[in-house]
């Protein structure tokens, strides 16, 4: 996919990226001591803990075990702080576009041929999503096996720092009222917790509309005992025996900095001290497989040598697949991120974005547009702002999973990645009628001050299905056939999960399985994705697990 190409889908797909976030940073950016440079780092240091990535799970994780213990945090990519206009509200389409060695997304197409983005940067996912916060539900947390009032706590403490109410402007509350309209009961006013109807959730993006992530969550940490390494690439995990047997142990880790040069970072000589890989659904299992960890069939013939013929590493990954509409409107939209979301369990969500605001060179898209509709009367529906919206749906618990395959040995190259949308029919079934619902949200009386009466909802399909919003082919019915429409034209959530899930790699204590002093603890172990957007549980799972961590060792 060369760069011009992904110029062209980032300004048509910036409507849809409005549903994840406008990126912002927070008034005052923590001044963290102890972040530094990969390049700074002595050749060889010794820790309690290594946490390996420094995301929405790994910042909140490292901040409570530098409670009471020495803890190295390796983040592949840069800071959230360096450059605070980059990741300001506007400029959330030339974040997703840039096609540097450290931006804050790394691009890559799957299998499927979706396009699809990896969080790059300290925080994680929450420095590039849409910023929607809400809890899972209660059969989430019972699954998980942690106590109940550990986690109303872990987000208590999450929430302290990080959240806050989502604004409830024109748009969004036209979607809220058609939403109810169409169907999705009952309302639920604002609230955190996943309940079926409509509701309004929280935001981590403050009242200035100012962005905070997962890294903000590092400032509860005791800044003596802890480091972290930016631009730090792990590139194996190292065993005390590379042969399969009992006593199999990981005692450190070799990383290189922005420069090549090679760092290793050892446990201490404890026994409670541990290596806990938090680097995301795909980087997890990646991490694993470059280290001897994973299927035997994958490993050897790329020369890497096995620790543990672990088959189920990099299997069972899924993504929540993303349809909608876009909606032109004849009356000025403000700039809004998720606020409202329409739950239907076990089925679909719901979620809307409008205004947002684009580049001056994409007022051209408004012509493409507008051959489109064949509507010459109406404005500019992309100029240097988005003057309307759209409505998106996402299919909860996708029955579709997928697998995840080594390219080569180099821990910067992405995986070969086939997350297999809509090969289960119920997931189609399910995208089929949320597209229902959407349309009816559309034709709603309470929407329809931000519709044009001479759009049919028809053509506003007809010019989702003319977008080259993926690499997948189109048909003859594309926009005719909602089944097809679906698979035709599915685009990634980015709520990736899966393939280092628990009682397959991990036991219900995150460790792995057959290794001592090794976990995983993000979204590789879910089986699916909690809540409307995962975010909150993630970061929830991270404090919650370090709580637990530390009390284990403390007594």
Partial sequence: MDLGSMGFLKALLVAVYALHPN???AETAPNYSFVHESTTAPPVSYHDYIVVGGGAAGCPLAATLAETANVLVLERGGSPYRNPGKTDKGNFLLTLSDPSPDSYAQIFVTEDGVYNHRARVLGGGTVINAGFYSHAETEFVKESGLDEALVNDAYQWVENKVVFK???????????????????????????EHINGTKIGSTIFDMNDHRHSAADLLEYADPKNIIVYLHATVTKILFTTQTVGSGTRAI????????????????????????IVSAGAIGSSQLLMLSGIGPRSQLEPLGIKLVMDQPMVGQGIADNTLNGLFIPSPNPVELSLLSTVGISLFVNYIEAGSGLNLAPSFGWISKFLLSILDQTTIGSFFDTRLNGGIILQKVTRPLSTGHLELRSTDPNETPKVRFNYFQEPEDLRNCVQGMKTIIN??????????????ISTQQLLNVVAALPLNQRPRHIDTASSLEQFCNDTVMTFWHHHGGCQVGKVVGEDYKVIGVDGLRVIDASTFSFTPGTNPQATVMMLGRAMGVRIQKDRLS
Avoid at 171 to 192: C, M
Avoid at 252 to 275: P, Q, R, W
Avoid at 441 to 446: L, R
């Fill in 441 to 454: 949200v559309v034709n709603s009386k309470a929407f329809s001050k931000f519709r044009y009466r001479t």
């Fill in 166 to 192: 989502a604004p409830l402007l024109q748009w969004q509350t036209a979607v809220r009222d058609g939403l109810l309209e169409a169907g999705v009961l009952p309302y639920n006013g604002f609230t955190n």
């Fill in 23 to 25: 990126f912002s940073h």
């Fill in 252 to 275: 450190g880790v070799i990383y290189e900095d922005a420069l090549g040069e090679k760092h290793t970072a050892y446990l201490t000589n404890d026994s409670k001290s541990e290596i």
